[in-house]
């Protein structure tokens, strides 16, 4: 099952701008991830934000989660052609001890240099 | 130089034939996952392992085996049973020792059926 939904599919801005980008969720969360995949490639971990924090920095990137409406966003500022990749958010939980990531379908996003 | 390893890259397979990913890691990790990627999807659960010789089934476990002998490696076996098997895999792995830790993922296996 995907809970996570992610909005919008693609985007493209120029380098320089800011992207940004959402997820949607539909169960209590343990904590809420955010993870990057360049084309053909595995996924590289970019922050999480716990359940109770609702906002978190990380260099350039920006992440919020407000879980009374289960969402959360990634901001990316000052964009970067290298920053074309694509986005996923996954929703942490802990299911009878195990670590259970539940992904959304992705942000494609494009920096146009 | 630590970190998980997919092997092969690429690999096809004949209609009716078993094939096996390999997944292997050097991060003395407890818990090992697999996943299926389709175009433009996300990212779905095949199985997962908290411990050695032990096992469960994700979201999508039919057609797909898998085995546990030793901690540092998780290889995932597609059978003939999976009706459509071509796609991207996923092995990822994950410490566990306290919430908040994030899984590390493999380089992948494109698995192309002929």
Not at chain 2, 71 to 88: D, G, H, I, Y
Request: hydrophobic share 30%; charged share 20%.
């Amino acid at each position: 099952s995907q809970q996570g939904e992610e909005d919008p599919q693609a985007l493209s801005i120029q380098e320089g701008e800011n992207a940004t980008m959402n997820c949607s969720y539909k169960t209590s969360i343990n904590n809420l991830q955010w993870y990057r995949q360049n084309s053909g490639r595995g996924l590289v971990h970019l922050i999480l934000i716990r359940s109770n924090e609702r906002e978190k920095h990380s260099g350039r990137l920006r992440v919020t989660l407000d879980t009374s409406k289960k969402s959360s966003s990634l901001l990316i500022t000052a964009s970067r052609a290298a920053d074309t990749a694509s986005y996923f958010c996954a929703t942490d939980s802990l299911i009878q001890g195990a670590q259970k990531l539940v992904f959304g379908q992705g942000t494609r996003l494009t920096i146009n240099p | 130089d630590g970190g998980i390893t997919q092997s092969p890259k690429y690999l096809f397979r004949k209609e009716g034939q078993n094939v096996t990913l390999s997944c292997e890691q050097n991060l003395n990790h407890d818990a090992m996952y697999w996943y299926r990627q389709d175009p433009g999807q996300g990212l779905r659960l095949i199985y997962y392992s908290q411990i050695v010789n032990d096992f469960q089934k994700g979201d999508i476990a039919e057609g797909y085996s898998v085995s546990r002998e030793k901690k540092e490696s998780f290889p995932l076996t597609v059978t003939s049973a999976q009706k459509n098997p071509t796609a991207f895999y996923l092995c990822a792995s994950f410490d566990g020792t306290s919430l908040g830790d994030t899984q590390y993922f493999g380089p992948g296996t494109r698995l192309t059926v002929l």
